[in-house]
């Protein structure tokens, strides 16, 4: 199994920044696409942005150009830069990851854009 464990949530003005990160370990050998879900109180979950194993990155249309996925394989982590953010960014924000036989899930990490 593959556990999951995200940070760098908390509480930011309009038009300011975070990066959130996520740490894979376990059995991350097979891991290849990884990426981060959100959901909004009262909305559907949905996915911000997916990184693969070649870095290959794609991005949900409303944080096209405010949001990078990265990942460091050393480390086993990937990241979220958010930046620009909007108050509608406000979300618990969910670290994925894909092998062969499951999608793991993190516990998620609050995101509140307020002022």
């Known amino acids: 199994q593959v556990q999951l464990v ?6 930011v003005q309009p038009g300011g920044s975070l990066r959130l990160s ?19 109180p009262g909305k559907q979950r949905e996915l911000v942005a ?8 794609n991005y949900l ?22 930046d620009s953010l909007k108050p509608e960014d406000t979300a618990v924000y969910y670290c994925v990851a894909d092998d062969p036989s499951r999608r793991s899930w993190g516990q998620g990490t609050q995101v509140t854009v307020s002022s």
Do not use: P
């Open 6 to 11: 995200e940070s760098g949530g908390g509480l």
């Open 61 to 82: 249309d409303s944080v096209k150009g405010r949001f990078t996925i990265s990942r460091d394989n050393a480390k086993n982590t990937v990241y979220l830069q958010m």
């Open 50 to 57: 997916t990184i693969t194993s070649g870095d290959s990155t």
């Open 22 to 40: 996520c740490v894979a370990s376990g059995n991350i050998f097979n891991i290849y696409n990884m990426g981060w879900y959100r959901q909004a």
